[in-house]
């Protein structure tokens, strides 16, 4: 991860004096863990805008969701502060963390994108030589294994992280899956402030049964149906296999002067893939229409990397930097060709088996893009009190669509476009910050949902903006607390009356974001977050009353609250922590007529440390969704599936 940024310092009389001093990435990545059974989330969260290690998660936003968006979708993805195309998500056992970078959070941080990033870091060996395994039951069939493999000092500066897993899944609605996956990050350290990494992950998923989804038929919610109760189709199975690769190369030039590069693959194939769409679902459970959408095998692979060189230099006796970089893309994907077969009417409470139909499929269509980043960014500090960051990009931007069918004309689009940012900090006192910043940027829209007749159909990239301004008050070392405000604009797409994926209008998301952290005494952390926003869309769309004034699943309040506490001032084998979540009610139709209700779900969890023989051993048991609560998730295009049940799980890591 990057260093630590400069102290703000230098007064007039030419003796530092520390103001404030805002790290480019979380501080708590400088201390990154490198035992697993030492991994906690909430312990190594610095805000509450979202933070995973391992396979546990804290915050308001995760890397499918940050105000309201998909910053990977988007294109808004870091690996080690790179610039990175992700078609897979990392496979927790090379992905060390990943973490929300929103607000006073990217400053000091080059090129942030408007509606946020999504900043992955990869394991390494660290100094010593460990091998973890660990084993996790859920309960209703939910197991799986894994292994963490650390060989640090294999050949001077050389040192191996390996790690890999199996998982029979169980879903909440009973439908199964085989996941497993194994990789590895190779680090050399030839000398000082040099580092090289390469990695490769290999994985796959079989016989992964097509969760069902429901649209409702009018402005009524479905019944409240048994979980844990397959409705789904025993042959229409997904598989695929991924494989994701990349080298990392950070190295001084010349005094004050690095090189900053990336070169990353990521790629799957889909082997099969089926969608199960009940539609037309009424209050009473009956289903109007069941059809499954088979598609033929197809892929999605991209080339992306950026380099950067970064020259540090003073400027009116502040620290500052200048980066140059060439951030670019080449992706490749195959849709279409799907076949739609009706099963019919049917019921929720039925387990309405068929016999697997005869697909004919067609020939898929080819997507390219190919774009290119070349940008300067200048930040730093101007004075003791001032700290800043400017940036622009000229980008080079190209698609092209390659449709099979003779018929159809073929799509060519490019644009040019100026992405730029810029912000400014400002130390009022030594406790208090206040941040602003604006950003206007170039950003992929979301591809068809399953639902549209024109599947799997990417739109053009989009053009965005974002203002936001944040309040950061410090009132001793051990809290923080983070106050700010957003506007977020973009065009909006989704399925229109004939349930074609188009440009519908524009979507502006403007809020309101709290973030509080505290470490009172040592070995506990709280941490809190709010987001209160009001979406709204505007258009021929809206005008013409095809579509409400709210886009679809978005809650207008949602909060977070985490708990971990290690007992007897952090040296206790025994801790307990507990998340509590709130979401409000969001709308499931166009026209915004229907809502689900808001919910609130509680889980519970404790750690207990022990040795067994030679092995430290960590007991790790979670409780997920206590009170039982029962609601509905929503898609962005209107699909319903019901939300997890309350269910425990229990995992037992052993480090050797």
Known sequence: MPAVAETMAAASDGQPEEIFAIPSAPTADQAETTQTVAENAIAQSNDAFGRQVGSERTGLYSSREVRGFNPVDAGNVRLEALYYDQVNGLSPRINSSSTIRVGIATLGYAFPAPTGLVDYGLRKAGFGRSLTLDISRRERGHEGIGYDLRLGGIAPGLGLFSGGFYRAVQSDDASRAHRANVGFVLSYDPKAQTELLAYASVGGTRDEEARPMIFVAGDALPPEIERFRFLGQDWADNENDTLDAGLILRTPLAPNLRLESGTFFSGKRDLSRFSDLMTGVTADGAIADRAIIASPRSFDRSFSGELRLVQELRLFGQAQQISASLRGRDRLRTFGGAQRISLGAGSLFVHDRRPEPVFTLGDTNRDKV???????AWSGALTRFLRFDLGASAIDYTKTVDYAAPGTPDVATGAKPIAWNGSLALALTRRLTLFGALARGMEEADVAPDRAVNRAEAPSAINTRQEELVLRYDPDDAVT????????????????????????????????????????????????????????????????????????????????????????????????????????????????????GAETTLDLGMR??????????????????????????????????????????FQLYAEF
């Not at 952390?525 to 926003?533: I, K, Q, R």
């Not at 790790?620 to 599936?641: I, P, Q």
């Open 608 to 649: 207990y440390r022990f040795m067994l023989g030679d092995a430290d051993m960590v007991l790790r048991v979670r409780a997920e969704n206590v009170l039982d609560d029962y609601g509905w998730n929503v898609s962005s295009s209107g699909a319903l599936t019901y939300s997890s049940a309350r269910t425990v799980q």
């Open 370 to 376: 190919r774009q290119l980043f070349a940008g300067l």
């Open 481 to 596: 607390i983070l106050l700010g405000a957003f506007r977020i604009s973009k065009p909006y797409y989704n399925l229109d009356s004939g349930l074609r994926y188009r440009l519908l209008g524009t979507v502006v998301n403007e809020g309101l974001e709290f973030s509080a952290i505290a470490r009172p005494v040592t070995g506990m952390t709280l941490l809190g977050g709010a987001v209160l926003s009001d979406p709204s869309l505007s258009g021929e769309a809206v005008d013409e009353g095809l579509i409400g004034t709210r886009p679809v699943s978005q809650p207008r309040l949602r909060m977070t609250g985490n708990f971990d506490w290690r007992l007897d001032q952090g040296t206790s084998p025994f801790s307990f922590d507990f998340t509590l979540d709130h979401k409000g009610s969001r709308p499931v139709n166009a026209l915004g007529t229907l809502l689900v």
